[in-house]
């Protein structure tokens, strides 16, 4: 793993924070970011909730590796580039945020990051991809139905994460 994923993931979870399992989130029982349904899938478990809420960093460090971190090439993209795709992976899929940052270097939009996308992020701004990126899921959480309940923690997270990724250039 390298050095900006240890930055990255301490971020990360002061984002996802502890345990929760609230009625109107479609993840259900979640803990550190982690879903119940994640967690089981990925270590072949069907945990229970006392085992949800003991979940430490080490036990979901090589989820958000192998999940979210690889797939989309975080460690292929500059500083803070890195960061936005990352933390937008986790929070709504590897293919939305991938999908995202070819929408904001001009590449093809097919979910899936390879040597185009990222000749197209080396051409492209750093900055002017994390902003694009701040804006498009600004866009996007607010057209969720569940924005009511959930969007001022949203948007926030997008406004730390927007200033973090641009301040690690």
Not at 6 to 16: A, V
Not at 60 to 75: D, S
Request: glycine letters at 8%; proline letters at 4%; one cysteine or more.
């Amino acid at each position: 793993m390298n050095q900006n994923f240890d930055k990255c993931m301490s971020w990360l979870l002061k984002h996802e924070g502890g345990f929760v399992n609230h009625p109107r989130d479609p993840g259900g029982m979640t803990n550190l970011g982690v879903t119940k349904t994640t967690y089981d899938s990925f270590y072949g478990t069907d945990i229970d909730e006392e085992g949800m809420q003991r979940l430490t960093r080490a036990d979901v460090e090589p989820i958000y590796w192998k999940n979210y971190w690889l797939p989309n090439k975080c460690q292929e993209l500059p500083h803070g580039v890195d960061w936005m795709v990352f933390d937008w992976s986790v929070n709504s899929g590897p293919s939305r945020a991938a999908k995202a940052l070819q929408r904001a270097v001009g590449a093809y939009e097919d979910g899936a990051i390879g040597p185009k996308t990222l000749e197209a992020v080396k051409a492209s701004n750093r900055v002017d991809i994390i902003e694009q990126m701040a804006n498009d899921r600004e866009a996007f959480y607010r057209s969720l139905s569940t924005f009511d309940t959930f969007g001022r923690g949203w948007l926030r997270r997008n406004d730390e994460t927007t200033e973090q990724a641009i301040a690690m250039g």
